[in-house]
């Protein structure tokens, strides 16, 4: 049912589209004729029979209006609807009347968009943005304000030069059609005043084609972040924060949703109607359920989609509560450091040989603090050793990563190995998260020439550091699709797993889930996506990459392929 009323509702919008695209080149139909004198005739008599009445350059704006609504009509905006509803009703009115015994087609195509759009008025439930509505009716009143300056002036200065009727209702009623209908043989000027006609008409049909801008655009997410608002939000994740996400709604490529009931925020982009958020929402865990109904009512302003990407199951009864699907993506590797870090045991026996051999090739750990001072050398080869990698990998991924950061690193903490010459190898940017109670890798990047062990060590080193400052969690990252549950039958966890097992040269799933399980974590924790409505599409695994691949994925593509010839 939901199909064939989706297929209804696109069908009466393409219509209502045509409709409006014939209005636009009537105008050359009608003067040049293309395919004939009989056939532009008989598109008239048949199509639209009162569009001989009607002046071709009124056809024409009216047309370009209405290409803008049912524009809006597919981003489901609820002033498009009113609009399209009055404009076709008015149209259907007009093919009555003016086909009399004559068959008119839009007379049917109108009938049925009228039909459809109404059963389905529910559906257009994205709000307009209330400044400009309100910005769209002032201006809207300015061509009636104008008719009744027309009237006045025809009815006192221009007396002489006007040739209609001296009554003022009549007259309004004549610059009324005048001014909107374009009926210059209603009201005849003589040369003096042609030229303050055509200014009025332009000046009129000017302000209804801005007000029509102004009353259809949508509510939208705020293009721009002021510093108040990372300001608010800083304070928020430092206060709530739980997932290791959530420090990265502090980048630059997100933009912010805040709670109105309760304290909260959510941090995301648009991919198409898709709204992709970065991690949980950051409130505290009692305002939950009602922060998550404010950002649904938001998304159904909207008419967005909704996808929670890389979540904890800390809310999960409360994504389920309102509806969400839940589907695993991946596990985080954690070792705790409650009880300290140790490289001791068999588990760790290869991590530790690394370390061993590292310390052998002379490498030490450091860790920089920009925040206390800034150094410009060290800062250097951080970003030398960002391009070598970057070279070897392709396109830098956003959304769930962050960047170096070092202008405004906030908590994070970089950790760098170097050689017995003080040339740095390695480094590592930890972000914070849980109240600075865990610390995740963030950015891990080395050198191509770097000895083996130069990271590792700097894990080693780095975590045994946090855990004698009292940190609980030592967070390596996410490992993508990793312990899938087999018992789970579901066509999407299929599909992930097949993309697990056989995929590996597009992305090394396999290749990153045995790194880190070299270090023998204490801890795999569950990470998901939370989607709404609860069916995984292809416009859900699309906006998906797409967030985290802000250049395009044709050009993610790209890198691939070339780094693989290259290699």
Same mark, same amino acid.
Request: no cysteine; charged share 25%; glycine share 6%.
């Given at each position: 049912m939901q199909r064939v009323k989706s297929v209804l509702q696109n069908s009466a919008m393409t219509l209502m589209l045509l409709i409006s695209l014939s209005n636009v080149v009537g105008l050359y139909i009608w003067r040049i004729h293309p395919f004939g004198y009989h056939r532009t005739m008989n598109y008239y008599r048949f199509v639209a029979p009162f569009g001989l009445n009607t002046h071709f350059i009124l056809a024409f704006v009216l047309g370009f209006i209405g290409l803008l609504v049912s524009f809006n009509l597919f981003r489901y905006v609820r002033s498009a609807w009113?609009?399209?509803m009055v404009t076709q009703s008015v149209l259907l009115g007009l093919h009555?009347?003016?086909?009399?015994?004559l068959f008119s087609i839009n007379a049917a195509i109108s009938l049925f968009i009228l039909i459809v759009l109404g059963a389905t008025y529910k559906d257009f439930s994205r709000s307009s943005e209330?400044?400009?509505m309100r910005r769209g009716l002032i201006i809207a009143v300015v061509p009636f304000a104008m008719a009744l300056f027309n009237t006045l002036l025809s009815l006192s200065l221009l007396s002489n030069n006007y040739q209609g009727s001296h009554n003022a209702v009549l007259s309004f009623n004549d610059s009324i059609r005048f001014l909107f209908l374009m009926d210059f043989n209603l009201s005849n000027y003589n040369d003096n005043v042609r030229f303050f006609a055509f200014s009025l008409i332009i000046v009129s049909w000017a302000c209804i084609v801005i007000a029509a801008f102004l009353v259809l655009k949508p509510l939208v997410y705020n293009p721009f972040v002021s510093s108040l608002e990372r300001k608010k939000t800083f304070d928020l994740v430092q206060r709530f924060g739980k997932n290791p996400m959530d420090y990265m709604t502090m980048m630059s490529d997100k933009?912010?949703?805040?709670?109105?009931?309760?304290?909260?925020?959510?941090a995301y982009v648009m991919v198409n109607n898709i709204m992709v958020i970065c991690g949980d929402m950051i409130c505290a865990k009692e305002n939950a359920v009602i922060f998550l109904s404010e950002i649904r009512r938001f998304a159904y302003k909207n008419n967005w989609k909704m996808l929670f990407m890389d979540i904890t199951d800390d809310y999960q009864s409360v994504y389920e509560g309102q509806d969400f699907g839940l589907i695993k993506i991946g596990e985080d590797a954690c070792i705790d450091l409650s009880s300290g870090f140790s490289l001791a045991g068999k588990a760790r026996a290869k991590t530790r040989a690394n370390i061993n051999h590292a310390? %052998?090739?002379g490498l030490i750990v450091k860790e920089y603090e920009p925040t206390k001072q800034r150094n410009v050398t060290i800062e250097r080869e951080i970003s030398e050793i960002s391009k070598e990698w970057m070279k070897g990998k392709g396109a830098e991924m956003g959304f769930m990563l962050g960047g170096l950061s070092l202008e405004n690193p906030l908590g994070r903490r970089y950790f760098y190995s170097e050689n017995s010459q003080g040339k740095m190898q390695a480094f590592i940017i930890f972000v914070p998260y849980a109240q600075n109670n865990g610390y995740m890798a963030d950015v891990t990047r080395r050198r191509n020439d770097a000895p083996n062990g130069s990271m590792e060590i700097i894990f080693a080193q780095?975590?045994? %550091?946090?855990? $004698?400052?009292?940190? %609980?969690?030592g967070n390596i990252g996410l490992c993508p699709l990793a312990n899938m549950d087999k018992d789970d039958r579901s066509i999407t966890t299929q599909l992930f797993q097949f993309v697990y097992e056989n995929l590996n040269g597009v992305y090394g799933f396999k290749g990153l889930y045995q790194a880190k399980k070299?270090?023998?974590?204490?801890?795999? $924790?569950?990470r998901y996506i939370a989607i709404s409505p609860k069916v995984f599409g292809p416009n859900f695994a699309y906006a998906m990459v797409k967030a985290q691949n802000p250049r395009g994925i044709n050009k993610m593509i790209m890198e691939k392929l070339r780094i693989h010839s290259e290699n």
């Open positions: 009113i609009i399209a009555l009347v003016m086909a009399r015994p209330r400044l400009n933009h912010y949703f805040f709670g109105e009931m309760v304290e909260g925020v959510i310390k %052998k090739n780095a975590f045994e %550091k946090m855990a $004698q400052e009292g940190v %609980k969690w070299k270090w023998a974590p204490t801890d795999w $924790q569950p």
